[in-house]
Structure formats: structure tokens, C-alpha cells
Nanobody
Framework: QVQVVESGGGLVQAGESLRLSCVVSGSILSINAMSWYRQAPGKQRELVARISSGRGGRTIYTDSVKDRFTASRDSARNTAYLQMNSLKLEDTAVYYC??????????????WGQGTQVTVSS
């Protein structure tokens, strides 16, 4: 089975930083991309960042975070990170990791973690 587990969320004050981690485990054959999404109360889920694999791959960010957040990936460890600096109240959301992967016995798809809560207070 595939497991995707996020960690690192918590309660912080505006202007502070957090680093989220996402670890993918299982009989993984390949990971094509790893992404971070978030969903704020009363809002639809939105893409925060995505890292594509292989030659020509690149990292993209939603405009509201691209000057403050940095996504990274350790391919050898099947781990992704989201460094979040200068956090704002509007960054409050549940943050999800999604891995576009192929594994033994399952179809290629986005596999999601359970989410980790990030709450930013004034």
C-alpha cells in the first residue's frame, strides 16, 4: 500500500515560519510530481506548489505564496518539504501533500495525505 504522511503543522504567530514535511512510503515504482495543496475554512482546495520530476521539471507556486514559500524534494527519500516564511493570517488552512506516483498493484494517480493544520494568529 501507498502511504503519504504530512507533518510539521501547528499554531504560529504572523511573521513566523514553519516547515512541512511529506513522506511517501510503499512499493513505489516512480514519482512523477509532488504537490502541496491547502484548504481554508469555507474555501475550495487550491494548489500551493508543485515539483515535477525528471529533465525539464520545474517548481511552480501560486502567486500568493511564491515570494514566501519554498517547495523542495528529496527524491532518494521520497520526501517533499514546504518551507513557509513570513506567514500571514490568510495562510491558515489544512495543508495536504499529493504524490503523483506509480506503485506496485495500484494505478498511477495522485495519492493524498491526511493533511496537517496550519493556524496563523495575530
Amino acid at each position: 500500500q501507498v502511504q503519504v504522511v504530512e507533518s510539521g503543522g501547528g499554531l504560529v504567530q504572523a511573521g513566523e515560519s514553519l516547515r512541512l514535511s511529506c513522506v511517501v512510503s510503499g512499493s513505489i515504482l516512480s514519482i512523477n510530481a509532488m504537490s502541496w495543496y491547502r484548504q481554508a475554512p469555507g474555501k475550495q482546495r487550491e494548489l500551493v506548489a508543485r515539483i515535477s520530476s525528471g529533465r525539464g521539471g520545474r517548481t511552480i507556486y501560486t502567486d500568493s505564496v511564491k515570494d514566501r514559500f519554498t517547495a523542495s524534494r528529496d527524491s532518494a527519500r521520497n520526501t517533499a518539504y514546504l518551507q513557509m516564511n513570513s506567514l500571514k493570517l490568510e495562510d491558515t488552512a489544512v495543508y495536504y501533500c499529493a504524490a503523483d506516483l506509480e506503485a506496485v498493484g495500484v494505478p498511477r494517480d495522485d495519492y493524498w495525505g491526511q493533511g496537517t493544520q496550519v493556524t496563523v494568529s495575530s
